[in-house]
């Protein structure tokens, strides 16, 4: 059974520039989370959804950041425009609808903004 | 509100000594408590988990951690390290009822001596 992938592993982009970040969860995990890293602080939930629909948007820090889910299978998220503080790694996890207590993860996207 | 808090950022170790790490939560719910193991340029694995069953929780690769309420901890630990063992450990918490998504400690980076 194949794991969270995530994609691009790496991305670096000047300020103001856009990018987006692609996450396929395991197959048939109607659960997906984005969560980020910045340099050195704890992980930090971003949003979470169930199926296409955004379940708790809660951690999303303001209107640059957008995430879809369409067909509720892969998620993107897009950061438009991106400031220097947006840099770290963002990890995408899942999770079937009947076990929201085990969340697998993927390696991350890495993002340098300068 | 949940909160974690990992005391000390960094842990060294000689190989085949005591591994302890120590989590303590905030969580105004009963708490679901989490292990994760990060290895470099990898995911985040599960490690372990208490979710209200017993509160001695043992993991994969000899690691184990006691969920004690009385003093709202979850310290991690292992009778002997390995080299292996090296990579950095983050403690979080969730619940069953209302939010799924993770919280987060701010992590500790497990440095093993020969």
């Known amino acids: 059974e194949a794991g969270v992938t995530q994609f691009p592993s790496h991305s670096v982009i000047e300020k103001g520039q856009t990018v987006t970040l692609r996450c396929d969860p395991i197959s048939g995990h109607d659960n997906l989370y984005w969560y980020r890293r910045v340099m050195g602080k704890e992980i930090k939930f971003l949003l979470h959804?169930?199926?296409?629909?955004?379940?708790?948007e809660s951690g999303m820090p303001n209107n640059r950041f957008l995430a879809e889910r369409t067909g509720g299978t892969y998620s993107t998220l897009k950061v438009q425009p991106a400031e220097l503080e947006d840099s770290g790694v963002y990890f995408c996890?899942?999770?079937?609808?009947?076990?929201?207590?085990?969340?697998?993860f993927g390696p991350g996207t890495r993002l340098t903004v300068t | 509100a949940q909160s974690v808090t990992q005391l000390g950022s960094h842990v060294s170790v000689s190989e085949g000594a005591l591994v302890l790490l120590r989590c303590n939560y905030s969580?105004?719910?009963?708490?679901?408590l989490f292990w994760y193991v990060q290895y470099p340029n990898q995911g985040l694995q599960l490690l372990l988990k208490?979710?209200?069953?017993?509160?001695l929780v043992k993991g994969i690769n000899g690691f184990e951690a006691e969920f004690k309420k009385s003093e709202t901890s979850f310290h991690l630990t292992k009778p002997s390290a390995h080299m292996s063992d090296a990579a950095e450990y983050f403690c979080a918490v969730s619940s069953n009822t209302g939010r799924r998504a993770l919280t987060f400690g701010s992590g500790t980076r497990l440095q093993v001596q020969p």
């Open positions: 208490y979710t209200s069953a017993a509160t």
């Open positions: 959804f169930v199926k296409e629909s955004k379940q708790d």
């Open positions: 996890a899942s999770s079937q609808v009947s076990r929201v207590d085990e969340q697998y």
């Open positions: 969580s105004s719910v009963p708490p679901y």
